[in-house]
């Protein structure tokens, strides 16, 4: 078992920016593939952003390409999310999660955090 903790979100305005992360309990806990995923108010849980523990792949949804960037530090066990030009359509509650497969579908995940609120005003 391992347990995920996320940290880093808060009230932010349009524009702003934030970084999210993600702490793992322990590492090599054989889910390669680590992905953040958030749901706003009223809407189902959607991908956001996800990485292998190297590093060298990463996979974005589109709605937050060019301006969210997902990377890891292995030496922490901990994966982060650099968030920039925030906009209201981006508050929600963000979640991290492990998986071993490369997926965007919510369910092929393992594990998951408590999730971190992030309101970004307008």
């Known amino acids: 078992q391992v347990q995920l903790v996320e940290s880093g979100g808060g009230l932010v305005q349009a524009g702003g920016s934030l970084r999210l992360s993600c702490a793992a309990s322990r590492s090599s806990f054989g889910s390669p593939i680590m992905g953040w995923f958030r749901r706003a108010p009223g809407k189902e849980r959607e991908f956001v952003a996800a990485?292998?523990?190297?590093?060298?792949?990463?996979r974005y949804a589109d709605s937050v390409k060019g301006r969210f960037t997902i990377s890891t530090d292995n030496a922490k066990n901990t994966v982060y999310l650099q968030m920039s030009s925030l906009k209201p359509e981006d508050t929600a509650v963000y979640y991290c999660a492990a998986s071993l497969l490369w997926e965007t579908d919510s369910r092929q995940y393992d594990y998951w955090g408590q999730g971190t609120q992030v309101t970004v005003s307008s």
């Open positions: 990485i292998n523990w190297s590093g060298r792949s990463t």
